[in-house]
């Protein structure tokens, strides 16, 4: 699913030392990630090559049978619509859209991601309707602006966009650093099953070493780069 080989990569090209170094690392199908190091160990920057916003200085990062650095900047911008959803530290939802309205944004950039999601659903609308409830968050709420949503809410609404359209890798950066521990496992199933049922790829960061037994895989970023 994932593979990355002898990758480096470097904010500027004349930086004596890359920000990251990793010779190897691959993820299987299904896979449920802890991405786990502290600030400033490459975390973001990880997720960023992962995602095809940033390209590799040197060496290959491979999804899904495609090496990313092959890709012009638009091809990679199509190929993450087309299979990536991300849920973001700050949720990144727009506030004067409503849940339905934002779930739904998820699929405007993507035939193929729109095209699947309507193979659950007659229309994009039932498919956000059925995503949102999935993730617990009631129809009462559907409608409203977003921004009038609590934080816990506004999260299930980002995973719901991350999701529709079946995407086969889920990227989570930090989404539960502003809830308490009880509601960041509770979040946390719910996204492994929801990510169960579309046998999705789900790669999870987080600082917080407490979370790494809920996972079936956990990745040190400091480790994974001393092992050279």
């Not at 990679?76 to 973001?88: Q, T």
């Not at 700050?90 to 309507?118: D, M, T, W």
């Not at 980002?158 to 650093?177: K, L, V, W, Y």
């Not at 929801?194 to 987080?206: D, G, H, W």
Request: glycine share 4%.
């Amino acid at each position: 699913m994932i593979s990355l080989n002898n990758v480096t990569f470097k904010w500027h090209k004349n930086d004596k030392t890359p920000t990251l170094t990793i010779s190897k690392l691959n993820i299987e199908k299904g896979q449920h990630v802890f991405l786990h190091g502290p600030s400033g160990s490459g975390k973001s920057t990880l997720l960023a090559l992962l995602a095809g916003i940033n390209e590799a200085t040197s060496g290959n990062v491979t999804l899904l049978n495609q090496t990313l650095n092959t890709l012009s900047n638009t091809q990679r911008d199509v190929f993450r619509a087309d299979h990536i959803g991300i849920i973001f530290q700050n949720f990144n939802l727009l506030p004067y859209l409503s849940p339905i309205e934002n779930v739904i944004l998820g699929c405007q950039f993507s035939k193929k991601r729109q095209q699947k999601a309507l193979s659950h659903s007659e229309t994009l609308n039932n498919e956000a309707t059925r995503l949102l409830n999935s993730l617990g968050l009631t129809e009462q709420y559907h409608n409203k602006n977003v921004a009038e949503l609590s934080i816990g809410q506004q999260q299930r609404v980002a995973a719901a966009r991350a999701f529709i359209g079946n995407p086969e890798i889920i990227i989570a950066d930090e989404p539960t650093s502003a809830l308490d521990t009880q509601n960041r496992e509770s979040f946390i199933n719910l996204l492994f099953e929801q990510a169960s049922k579309t046998n999705s790829t789900l790669i999870f960061v987080s600082h917080d070493e407490n979370l790494k037994p809920l996972f079936n895989r956990s990745i040190d970023l400091v480790s994974l780069q001393e092992a050279l």
